[in-house]
């Protein structure tokens, strides 16, 4: 498995799209601050986050996720 190194525009890019204040991440940080700091945390991130691609290391943190069934049908108690 290949993952590309990523770039400080990629991650501004990604951090522009995020939304208000719907929900706060795992660790309540809205994204209306990170939007606000993402100047000057682009750069640790991308080294971070290209660190770990190389390295094969992830935090135990970065490997959590939020799962939410979305129902395709009217019958939600149906697996099809």
Do not use: W
């Amino acid at each position: 498995m290949f993952i590309k190194p990523t770039t400080v525009f990629g991650i501004k890019k990604i951090i522009s799209e995020l939304h208000g204040n719907r929900n706060p991440s795992r660790d309540s940080l809205q994204a209306k601050i990170v939007k606000a700091v993402s100047e000057y945390i682009c750069a640790p991130l991308c080294y971070m986050f290209n660190l770990s691609f190389v390295s094969g290391c992830f935090p135990d943190s970065l490997k959590l996720a939020k799962v939410i069934l979305l129902y395709k049908s009217e019958n939600k108690k149906t697996c099809d």
